[in-house]
């Protein structure tokens, strides 16, 4: 034997070519490479085929080639068969299962090529087989964990479409058994307008081009349903990247996409709804404020003249002339109330300045001011000196008179009334609570009462416009702050507003 560095050396032609032929058979110990007779026996055996196969060269030499294979193709005749195709077309290929020594047996990928002399004629076979029993496994596992999968439909196609393996979650989602849908092309899960327009060679195109596919869509199930599908098609190619197909996954994402469809109805309609609300609640302001404006110069006209009537002819009236007058003068201040609130109201929306550090107490003691003398003991005050409020100064002072006004006007028939105003800071927020022991609301009212134009009572028993707790509840918002009410009809209601406490001067 020559030493393996001459083989580097083709100048020196007493090397035999079938000499270094045989040392990379012997030298391969992941094949086995064996040569057989015509008849099937075996004539050489190689290391790799000593370790696959378990059997030393001596005991296997002159055994019939048979012995390797299962009782179940022995039955079949399968030797002999393998020998024919190979002898007949030169080369037979296939995997199957294969024997050791031991008895157990192994996936075998087995190639057996036909070998004939110058002339033609059989002189025997050779035969490499490949242990393939681990790569059996990966692929099984493989093709067992896609085909149990439910949820989605894992299925793969040829390069043009046709559907080539199909799993339990594809025949889940989209009606066909694998059967009756191995191929067909995957177009006919598009809806028709989506394959007039191309779109599964769309698709395909896509993944081939850039390496995937992903998108959502339609599409149509065996009965004829559809289903909104989130799909990912990915390109398969083999070691060389020559494309070999598509696989594609699915899923059936109906009730997200049904949901998410409501949802975005949803919304849609209430933006439009709120869009028209604003709209119209602006254009009424709007509408209000300018009326109130121009009512304000009539009413000045007949303030004016009722009060000039009464200095200059009120000797010349009848009682019953005075008592018009004084019905006139009572509904012209009416309307000036309301015109006034109407004004506030408007006025408090389209306030933009900074909020100021303001003085609670003060704000208090100038509220009460404007509701003019108070009889001594009716309002008790427990707020903190220094106590400051982040507000606007003259809105705060409404927003309390109003409160105090309420508190006093609702009261108990024979009873006096008895209101208290007490500040508490809780961290950062400043509470004042307003309180009074008058007639309560009841807790069904408690909420419409902050409206504009909601009474509970009619002008007779309680004089009033009803625009008074909405200035309160749209000032608070202006300012940052909350406002709300506890009561107990019959007991008293407790009337409060919050906001953050400032330091500042
Ligand atoms: P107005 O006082 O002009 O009627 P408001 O907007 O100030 O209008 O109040 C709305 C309604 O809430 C009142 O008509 C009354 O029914 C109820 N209300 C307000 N404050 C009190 C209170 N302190 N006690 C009982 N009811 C009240």
């Given at each position: 034997m020559p030493e393996p560095s001459t083989l580097t050396k083709p100048s020196r032609p007493s090397i035999h070519r079938e000499d270094i032929f045989r040392r990379l058979v012997d030298s391969v110990t992941d094949y086995a490479i064996f040569l057989l007779d015509v008849n099937g026996n075996i004539v050489s055996w190689n290391p790799g085929a000593e370790r696959l196969k378990g059997y030393k060269t001596d005991e296997i030499i002159?055994?019939?080639?048979?012995?390797?294979?299962t009782a179940q193709d022995l039955a079949s005749d399968k030797p002999t068969r393998e020998l024919k195709i190979a002898a007949e077309v030169g080369r037979f290929e296939e995997e199957g299962w294969r024997l050791r020594k031991d008895g157990s047996s192994f996936w075998a990928g087995v190639v057996v090529s036909r070998i004939h002399d110058e002339q033609g004629r059989l002189i025997g076979f050779g035969t490499i087989t490949r242990d393939l029993t681990e790569r059996r496994h990966a692929d099984l596992r493989y093709r067992l964990l896609i085909e149990s999968v439910t949820d989605y439909a894992i299925f793969s196609m040829d390069p043009r479409g046709y559907i080539t393996s199909w799993n339990h979650g594809a025949q889940r989602i989209k009606g066909y058994r694998a059967e009756e849908i191995i191929g067909q092309n995957f177009s006919r899960f598009y809806t028709e307008e989506d394959r007039a327009a191309a779109l599964p060679q769309y698709v395909l195109r896509t993944a081939e081009q850039t390496g995937h596919f992903t998108g959502e869509g339609w599409r149509v199930r065996k009965d004829g349903s559809k289903f909104w599908a989130s799909v990912v098609v990915t390109p398969l190619r083999d070691e060389g990247g020559e494309l070999f197909g598509f696989s594609k996954v699915t899923r059936d994402m109906t009730d997200r996409k049904l949901l998410l469809d409501e949802l975005q109805r949803h919304s849609k309609e209430l933006e439009l709804r709120v869009q028209e609300r604003d709209q119209s609640n602006a254009e009424l302001e709007a509408f209000a404020y300018s009326v109130s404006h121009d009512l304000r110069a009539p009413l000045r006209a007949i303030t004016g003249f009722a009060e000039a009537l009464k200095e200059e002819c009120e000797g010349q009236f009848s009682n019953e002339g005075r008592e018009f007058l004084a019905e006139i003068t009572g509904a012209a201040e009416r309307l000036n109330g309301l015109i006034q609130d109407l004004l506030e109201y408007g006025r408090v929306g389209r306030i933009s300045m900074p909020l100021a550090s303001v003085n609670l107490l003060d704000a208090i003691h100038e509220a009460k001011r404007d509701l003019g003398g108070l009889p001594p003991g009716l309002l008790t005050i427990a707020v903190p000196k220094e106590l400051r409020v982040r507000a606007y100064p003259q809105v705060l002072k409404q927003v309390i008179s109003n409160l105090l006004s309420n508190a006093i006007k609702f009261r108990r028939e024979n009873s006096s009334p008895e209101v208290s105003v007490v500040a508490e800071t809780q961290g950062d927020t400043v509470r004042l609570n307003v309180r009074d022991n008058g007639i309560g609301i009841a807790p069904e009212h408690q909420a419409r009462i902050?409206?504009?134009?909601?009474?509970?009572?009619?002008r007779e028993a309680y004089a009033g416009t009803g625009i008074g707790l909405a200035i309160v509840k749209r000032a608070m918002a202006r300012m940052g702050g909350t406002c709300g009410v506890a009561s107990k009809p019959g007991e008293g209601s407790t009337f409060w507003i919050e906001l953050p406490q400032a330091n500042e001067k």
């Amino acid at each position: 034997m020559p030493e393996p560095s001459t083989l580097t050396k083709p100048s020196r032609p007493s090397i035999h070519r079938e000499d270094i032929f045989r040392r990379l058979v012997d030298s391969v110990t992941d094949y086995a490479i064996f040569l057989l007779d015509v008849n099937g026996n075996i004539v050489s055996w190689n290391p790799g085929a000593e370790r696959l196969k378990g059997y030393k060269t001596d005991e296997i030499i002159g055994k019939h080639f048979s012995i390797f294979y299962t009782a179940q193709d022995l039955a079949s005749d399968k030797p002999t068969r393998e020998l024919k195709i190979a002898a007949e077309v030169g080369r037979f290929e296939e995997e199957g299962w294969r024997l050791r020594k031991d008895g157990s047996s192994f996936w075998a990928g087995v190639v057996v090529s036909r070998i004939h002399d110058e002339q033609g004629r059989l002189i025997g076979f050779g035969t490499i087989t490949r242990d393939l029993t681990e790569r059996r496994h990966a692929d099984l596992r493989y093709r067992l964990l896609i085909e149990s999968v439910t949820d989605y439909a894992i299925f793969s196609m040829d390069p043009r479409g046709y559907i080539t393996s199909w799993n339990h979650g594809a025949q889940r989602i989209k009606g066909y058994r694998a059967e009756e849908i191995i191929g067909q092309n995957f177009s006919r899960f598009y809806t028709e307008e989506d394959r007039a327009a191309a779109l599964p060679q769309y698709v395909l195109r896509t993944a081939e081009q850039t390496g995937h596919f992903t998108g959502e869509g339609w599409r149509v199930r065996k009965d004829g349903s559809k289903f909104w599908a989130s799909v990912v098609v990915t390109p398969l190619r083999d070691e060389g990247g020559e494309l070999f197909g598509f696989s594609k996954v699915t899923r059936d994402m109906t009730d997200r996409k049904l949901l998410l469809d409501e949802l975005q109805r949803h919304s849609k309609e209430l933006e439009l709804r709120v869009q028209e609300r604003d709209q119209s609640n602006a254009e009424l302001e709007a509408f209000a404020y300018s009326v109130s404006h121009d009512l304000r110069a009539p009413l000045r006209a007949i303030t004016g003249f009722a009060e000039a009537l009464k200095e200059e002819c009120e000797g010349q009236f009848s009682n019953e002339g005075r008592e018009f007058l004084a019905e006139i003068t009572g509904a012209a201040e009416r309307l000036n109330g309301l015109i006034q609130d109407l004004l506030e109201y408007g006025r408090v929306g389209r306030i933009s300045m900074p909020l100021a550090s303001v003085n609670l107490l003060d704000a208090i003691h100038e509220a009460k001011r404007d509701l003019g003398g108070l009889p001594p003991g009716l309002l008790t005050i427990a707020v903190p000196k220094e106590l400051r409020v982040r507000a606007y100064p003259q809105v705060l002072k409404q927003v309390i008179s109003n409160l105090l006004s309420n508190a006093i006007k609702f009261r108990r028939e024979n009873s006096s009334p008895e209101v208290s105003v007490v500040a508490e800071t809780q961290g950062d927020t400043v509470r004042l609570n307003v309180r009074d022991n008058g007639i309560g609301i009841a807790p069904e009212h408690q909420a419409r009462i902050w409206n504009v134009f909601e009474r509970l009572h009619d002008r007779e028993a309680y004089a009033g416009t009803g625009i008074g707790l909405a200035i309160v509840k749209r000032a608070m918002a202006r300012m940052g702050g909350t406002c709300g009410v506890a009561s107990k009809p019959g007991e008293g209601s407790t009337f409060w507003i919050e906001l953050p406490q400032a330091n500042e001067k």
